[in-house]
């Protein structure tokens, strides 16, 4: 049985899930906290796709088709309270034929509301908008949702280790034969041998390919969050326009969550949330919700975007949100070595099918997907079986 190990604690578990599900041996590595990165610090916005519609058609079709295999597999961890795309203004109301024709282009069921009827659902919303579409976006819990997909992986004999940290990536001519790790819970040092090391480990995806002297393209985005004490809003709010900062306010519970910024950063644990951020975004975010600005923050962070280097793009808000997998002994002549890279939170299954599906060709097994319709674990598993 082919062994492979997978750096990384956020979409590694839905890598981890879909392995273990095709028979292999499965060790997963964290060097903190399972979702401590990435995967655990977003919005918790289920996307329908329709964010991406404007500018993004094939992660507008990625998310919609997830979307409807998460509503099935992991129906306790969300929220169906679908979402508004609004006009507020002329400029809005310009690009609503767009919008519907573009939803209709990527499957995304959708429905034209007007002024009234959307303040009939929203009464915070600014009462001098145009009319929104509504959309079947939710609200996932940022944890517990890739929980359920650990807790999946356990059961079915996956091995995780938190607080483990790749130091080094062990080859044998020009193929990976395992990781040098250092167990930071009793300061001890030891290699794991594989068969295949997948590098899933977000933002820090290039640190890990630079181990063993790889450059991959990957664009380090950050993004900043602000939360109030107060759900102003039942539904997912969006601004109908080409995806900007501070165009989204997402219901968590009792909290408001108004996001997001982007710049480009090099390094990862180097970023610091720039002067002024915050209130960029009240000022954003009281144009959907103008009772927004009464409330003083209740929490406020940051979260960097591995996103896909596919172009010239330079503006972070438009690069792709897709994502890729790339086969380092094809790319690289280094065998036994995949990077994967890109995707969101809503992505992260199909992400971990395609990856899996690239190992399957690697290592000649034909053993289909099967996380499309298997039923995930509840969250509260992965305490019992870890």
């Known amino acids: 049985m082919e062994h492979i190990i997978i750096i990384g604690g956020g979409i590694g578990g839905a890598l981890a899930h879909d392995l273990t599900l095709r028979g292999f041996r499965v060790t997963l590595v964290e060097k903190g906290e399972l979702l401590s990165g990435a995967s655990g610090r977003h919005h918790g916005l289920l996307h329908s796709g329709a964010r991406y519609v404007l500018h993004d058609l094939k992660a507008a079709r990625e998310c919609a088709e997830e979307n409807g295999i998460l509503r099935r597999i992991a129906p306790d961890a969300l929220e169906l309270n679908d979402g508004l795309f609004v006009a507020l203004n002329d400029a809005d109301m310009a690009l609503w034929d767009r919008f519907d024709e573009k939803c209709h282009e990527a499957g995304i069921i959708h429905t034209q509301l007007t002024a009234s009827q959307t303040l009939a659902l929203e009464p915070e919303l600014v009462p001098t908008l145009k009319g929104a579409f509504r959309v079947c976006d939710a609200v996932m819990d940022a944890w517990r949702l890739p929980l359920q997909f650990f807790a999946t992986a356990l059961s079915n004999g996956a091995r995780i280790r938190t607080f483990t940290e790749v130091i080094s990536i062990q080859t044998s001519g020009r193929s990976i034969v395992g990781v040098e790790v250092v167990d930071h819970r009793f300061n001890r040092v030891e290699t794991i041998g594989s068969d295949l090391v997948v590098n899933a480990a977000g933002p820090w995806a290039a640190k890990v390919a630079a181990m063993v002297g790889l450059k991959i393209p990957l664009r380090t985005v950050p993004g900043v969050m602000v939360s109030v004490p107060a759900r102003l809003n039942r539904m997912v709010i969006n601004r109908l326009h080409p995806a900007g900062e501070g165009d989204i306010i997402v219901p968590q519970r009792n909290l408001s969550i108004m996001g997001t910024t982007a710049w480009m950063a090099e390094d990862p644990d180097s970023v610091q949330i720039p ?71 809503t992505t992260m299954r199909a992400m971990a099918e395609q990856t899996a599906d690239l190992i399957c060709r690697n290592t000649g097994r034909d053993r289909h997907c099967r996380t499309r319709k298997a039923a995930l674990k509840p969250y509260r598993a992965y305490y019992e079986y870890h």
């Open 275 to 345: 002067r002024g951020h915050v209130t960029r975004l009240f000022e954003l975010g009281k144009q959907l919700i103008p009772r927004i600005r009464q409330y003083a923050p209740h929490a406020v962070w940051h979260a960097c975007r591995p996103l896909l280097d596919v172009g010239p793009e330079q503006d972070p808000m438009r690069i792709s949100r897709t994502s890729d997998c790339l086969d380092h002994a094809e790319r690289d002549d280094l065998e036994g070595f995949v990077t994967v890279l890109g995707g969101k939170a």
